[in-house]
């Protein structure tokens, strides 16, 4: 079955410390991918997103994050974090020529603290 | 440009009890997605609308479970009767194309706790 595993489901880090979040997605064939923030109290909000081309993406708010097909990953990095990032990750995946569906991670919950 | 809106934010209802969710689309939005997040788990696909029509229900769990979108413009989501595990976070989302060929947006989401 389709799925898409995040590595961490509740980060802790201090601000100015660096982000790494894992995600591994195991779909055969060609696949879109996402990141999805969530702030508290807001709507689900696009990070960034691969389609093709350039296999590092980068997205709002100083986040990036690397398409390696032969590791089926899609990591989200950040250099130095803010207290503001403070927020949901998910990460998704719709496989193209497939369903029309998003499959998501169960996402990962990062703190930063001051 | 306005987002993706739901109503309401919030819900508490007793078991057996009715609730309706609605969700406003981005305007000219022919695709509406309905997805639900039980608590710990991931947000799961329920629905597609392409305009009024249903594309593809194969996530709504039970026919407890009613969606309709009226004129291919706002959905709601009917529980009819709620029961315990229905709790959680019912999101909408809507894109100009299809998500295999642009991105949702994703509204903030309808908390249903069932008591």
């Known amino acids: 079955a389709q799925s898409v595993s995040q590595h961490n489901h509740h980060v802790i880090l201090s601000e100015a410390a660096s982000l790494e979040l894992g995600c591994n997605y195991s779909?055969?064939?060609?696949?879109?991918l996402f990141w999805y923030v969530q702030y508290p109290g807001q709507h689900l909000q696009l990070l960034l997103k691969?389609?093709?081309?350039?296999?590092l993406v980068k997205g709002i708010k100083g986040f990036e994050a690397e398409f390696i097909k032969s590791k089926f990953s899609f990591n989200l990095r950040k250099p130095s974090v803010q207290w503001s990032d403070t927020a949901e990750y998910f990460c998704?995946?719709?496989?193209?020529?497939?369903?029309?569906?998003?499959?998501f991670g169960k996402g990962t919950r990062l703190h930063i603290l001051p | 440009e306005a987002g993706v809106t739901q109503f309401p934010s919030h819900s508490v209802i007793e078991k057996g009890q009715t609730v309706t969710l609605r969700c406003d689309p981005i305007?000219?939005?022919?695709?509406l997605y309905w997805y639900r997040r039980v608590m710990g788990k991931e947000i799961k696909f329920l629905l597609h609308?392409?305009?009024?029509?249903?594309?593809?229900e194969s996530g709504m769990p039970n026919n407890r479970f009613l969606a309709e979108r009226t004129g291919g413009t706002y959905s709601t989501l009917k529980v009819q009767p709620a029961e315990l595990e229905d709790s959680g976070v019912y999101f909408c989302?809507?894109?100009?194309?299809?998500?295999?060929?642009?991105?949702?947006?994703f509204g903030q989401g309808t908390r249903l706790t069932v008591v």
């Open positions: 989302a809507s894109s100009s194309w299809t998500v295999m060929n642009t991105e949702a947006f």
């Open positions: 691969y389609f093709s081309g350039d296999p």
């Open positions: 779909y055969g064939g060609t696949v879109n």
């Open positions: 998704a995946a719709v496989k193209r020529g497939g369903d029309d569906k998003i499959i």
């Open positions: 609308f392409v305009k009024e029509s249903k594309q593809d």
């Open positions: 305007s000219g939005h022919d695709n």
